[in-house]
C-alpha cells in the first residue's frame, strides 16, 4: 500500500500542474542553461486562445567561453498569452571560490506555441558584500529558448 499512496496523490493533481520548464541562454560571453519545476501552474484555453502562468524554483548552470562555470538559484514567474511571453525572475549566482552575485531578470518575447517561447533577456546581478575593489556588477542581454514540459 506504501507504493500506491505516492501514485494516487500525483494521478489526482492536473497535467498542467505537473509541468517543468527548462531554459537554454546565450549571452554574449556565456551560455547558460536553467531548469525550474512548479510551485503553481495555471493554464487557461479557449477555442484558439490560450494563456498561461508559471511560478517555479530551480536550478542553472552559465558557463563562461573563457571556462569558468557558475552554479545558479533561480526563482521565476512566466506569464504566457497568446503569442506573447514575458517572465520576471531572481537569480543567485554563485561562482567557485568567489562571493554570490544576486538580482533581477526579465524576459520578453515570442510564444510561437503553448509550450514553446523564444525571447530577449537581460539581467542585472550584483555582489552586495564584497571587500576591496572586485567586480561587484554583471550585467547581459541574451536570447532565451524556453519549453515546458
Known amino acids: 500500500m506504501r507504493r500506491w499512496i505516492p501514485l494516487l496523490i500525483l494521478s489526482a493533481l492536473p497535467l498542467e500542474a505537473q509541468t517543468a520548464m527548462v531554459s537554454v541562454i546565450r549571452q554574449p560571453k556565456a551560455t547558460a542553461a536553467e531548469f525550474t519545476v512548479p510551485i503553481t501552474d495555471l493554464q487557461v484555453r ?3 486562445d490560450f494563456a498561461h502562468f508559471h511560478l517555479g524554483v530551480g536550478l542553472g548552470a552559465r558557463h563562461w ?3 569558468d562555470t557558475s552554479l545558479r538559484f533561480v526563482m521565476d514567474a ?3 498569452a497568446n503569442a506573447v511571453f514575458v517572465g520576471f525572475g531572481a537569480i543567485v549566482e554563485v561562482p ?3 562571493g554570490a552575485f544576486l ?5 520578453v518575447g515570442w510564444a510561437f506555441h503553448p ?4 525571447s530577449l533577456e537581460g539581467e542585472h546581478l550584483e555582489r552586495p558584500f564584497t571587500d576591496g575593489i572586485t567586480p561587484r556588477r554583471r550585467s547581459a542581454l ?3 529558448l524556453t519549453a515546458r514540459f
Do not use: I, V, Y
Not at 538580482?103 to 524576459?107: E, M, Q, T
Open 103 to 107: 538580482g533581477p531578470r526579465l524576459r
Open 78 to 80: 512566466n506569464a504566457t
Open 115 to 118: 509550450a514553446w517561447a523564444l
Open 142 to 144: 541574451g536570447l532565451a
Open 65 to 67: 567561453d573563457d571556462g
Open 96 to 98: 567557485p571560490g568567489e
Open 46 to 48: 479557449d477555442q484558439g
